[in-house]
């Protein structure tokens, strides 16, 4: 019946040509194809966000003295409402988790060498914007954590020089935190973000469709050698359906979470309020607010924490246009790269380690 | 390898076919459990709207002696009474009738809706004119400073 459906629309689309080349990928199989994976689960994990977001959006009320309120609705009068709204933080935080790892995969494994350069870019844009999705709905249940998490993390956007402070007006509507943020940060969340993140997903899976997946620098050469040791998975149906699975069970450890260990609400926010004791950001942060606590208020002649800021926004650009510093062929510079990028993971990881274990 | 059947247009089930439909199977099984879920979320609660379950009313010395006052309850309006003798009534100010507000009128002491005429005591029970049922009273807390 669907082979029927799909013969209907061929006959008035032509549908056969634009297909044809999806019968004939192919992936690579060596010993790190499994990393293959992540990139596709975060996409999952994006669907799921989605789709559970449209959900929330059906109750959820977006102003300060109602969100609180709406949420707490939500997770208890609504049916199944808290494990949607479960779902929604916990795939939250996965998806940041995986984007994190596929990342890091296409570090490690040099996929981002010619021609590969603009998916890299594109890739680490959707890592920041997906940052962002994190900071703009962490706001939105309106609990004190929340408040003074994006109290903290605007303050810190204030600090770049020049244009810190005009940022920081623009990200909050105002000189402080209120509900006019909320309302910003519920227009970026569900609006904005969601549209720029679209575009740049599919831009960033026509690269892939386009130029395949890469394998490897050592592999490369020794398929180049001896071509007889290529080995390739066809992508429909084999690796698709291995693909599916590895969502599926992505899925059921979703659920699971989310059912065992469900969101806590917190305390609907109080401006006058204290900040509580300990309070750090979520854990993608923490190793940036870690390691900027760790820098002298002053160093030289410099502000401490402007020094940060502007440190954190260097690392970021090259990070953005590493593909650009890096060569095609193994060198000295790639080994210098790869050194750096082991001590990247290294500090990050070690930093967020640190920055639970310091508060 | 199968052996011919009479009908030309049966194919012998292949070990391929047999799984797949397990596979797609519980890929529908699966789905249909979530369906569940969101389907179910879809539906609206029966209370509306948490708009708020507790709401300031009025501030003491608010209300002069024998008067009401309207209040915002969540998305409803509320109807609060003050007697001569200094006790507070609270009570929804939606007519049971056909949903017109009520007000309290001083000089019969009654709370009227001007809708149809009809009229309620002061413990929301319906005493004259159309109104099918007494009206819903509302919980006062004591007054805190």
Request: with cysteine.
């Amino acid at each position: 019946m669907i082979a029927a459906l799909i013969h209907w629309l061929d006959e008035r689309l032509h549908l056969e040509g634009l297909l044809a080349p999806f019968k004939h990928k192919t992936v690579p199989q060596h010993k790190m194809s499994y990393w293959y994976f992540f990139g596709g689960i975060t996409l999952f994990l994006f669907m799921v966000q989605v789709l559970t977001g449209i959900l929330l959006l059906l109750y959820y009320h977006p102003g300060a003295n109602e969100a609180f309120e709406s949420v707490q609705y939500i997770v208890t009068q609504v049916q199944f409402g808290w494990l949607i709204r479960s779902i929604h933080s916990w795939s939250a935080n996965l998806m940041i988790f995986t984007a994190f790892a596929h990342m890091f995969s296409v570090l490690f494994l040099k996929a981002y060498r010619k021609p590969r350069e603009l998916t890299w870019v594109t890739g680490v844009l959707l890592l920041f914007l997906v940052m962002g999705f994190g900071f703009s709905g962490y706001l939105l249940p309106w609990n004190t954590l929340a408040f003074f998490a994006t109290t903290v993390g605007t303050q810190m956007a204030g600090q770049v020089p020049f244009i810190g402070h005009a940022m920081m007006i623009f990200l909050r509507g105002g000189p402080e935190v209120t509900g006019a943020t909320l309302t910003r940060f519920f227009g970026f969340h569900v609006a904005v973000l969601p549209g720029i993140v679209t575009v740049l997903i599919g831009v960033h899976l026509f690269f892939v469709q386009r130029q395949g997946m890469s394998v490897p620098p050592k592999v490369e050469a020794e398929w180049k050698k001896d071509p007889s040791l290529v080995k390739e998975m066809k992508f429909f149906p084999n690796f698709a359906l291995r693909e599916l699975m590895a969502w599926y069970v992505g899925m059921g450890m979703l659920g699971g979470l989310a059912a065992m260990f469900p969101w806590n609400l917190g305390v609907k926010v109080d401006p006058f309020a204290s900040a509580p004791a300990g309070i750090k950001p979520e854990w993608y942060f923490l190793f940036m607010y870690q390691a900027l606590k760790l820098i002298p208020s002053k160093v030289l002649i410099f502000d401490g924490e402007v020094l940060g800021i502007v440190g954190c926004g260097i690392a970021a650009t090259v990070w953005l246009l590493l593909p650009f510093f890096d060569t095609e062929k193994p060198s000295r510079r790639s080994h210098v790269i790869t050194g750096l990028s082991v001590f990247a993971l290294v500090f990050m990881i070690g930093m967020t380690i640190y920055g639970y274990l310091a508060n | 390898m199968s052996t011919g059947t009479d009908c030309p247009c049966q194919q012998q089930p292949t070990r391929r076919g047999f799984v797949g439909l397990f596979l797609g199977g519980g890929m529908l099984a699966t789905f249909a459990s979530f369906l569940y879920p969101v389907m179910r979320f879809f539906v609206p609660p029966t209370v509306a709207d948490l708009g708020g379950d507790e709401v300031v009313a009025a501030k003491v010395g608010d209300l002069k002696e024998n008067s009401g006052k309207i209040f915002k309850f969540g998305s409803r309006p509320g109807l609060l009474i003050l007697e001569a003798s200094g006790t507070y009534h609270a009570m929804s100010a939606t007519c049971t009738h056909l949903g017109c507000t009520v007000q309290y009128k001083g000089d019969t002491h009654q709370v009227w809706c001007p809708c149809h005429n009809g009229t309620y005591d002061l413990n929301g029970r319906n005493v004259s004119g159309p109104p099918p049922e007494a009206i819903g009273c509302i919980r006062r807390a004591p007054a805190r400073r």
